[in-house]
Nanobody
């Protein structure tokens, strides 16, 4: 059983940056692929980035590629998402969860509680 908790959401201006952190606990947590997902108002939840269990194989959705960077620290049991050049369309509730590297889906269905990110001037 995994337990995931997100930190770091908030309000930021367009073009600004924000860093989200996901703390992971549970037996074998370091062996799971973990990713970040988001649900914008009126839209379905989408996978935006996953990282392999060793953190060497990041994957990104086209919508965030070149602007977001995922990183993993297994010593601290954290997976972070650095978000740069934020746009209003990035406004969403962001979740960390287990992730399939190939298609950014969450088939194992472990989720954090979510954190709100709002991009507005």
């Amino acid at each position: 059983q995994l337990h995931l908790v997100e930190f770091g959401g908030g309000l930021v201006q367009p073009g600004g940056s924000l860093r989200l952190s996901c703390e992971i606990s549970g037996w074998g947590s370091q062996h799971y692929t973990i990713g970040w997902f988001r649900r914008a108002p009126g839209k379905e939840r989408e996978g935006i980035s996953c990282t392999s269990s060793d953190g060497t194989r990041p994957n990104y959705a086209d919508s965030v590629k070149g602007r977001f960077t995922i990183s993993r620290d297994n010593a601290k049991n954290t997976v972070d998402l650095q978000m740069d050049n934020l746009k209003p369309e990035d406004t969403a509730v962001y979740y960390c969860g287990t992730c399939d590297e190939l298609d950014l889906e969450n088939r194992l269905q472990y989720w954090g509680q979510g954190t709100q990110v709002t991009v507005a001037s």
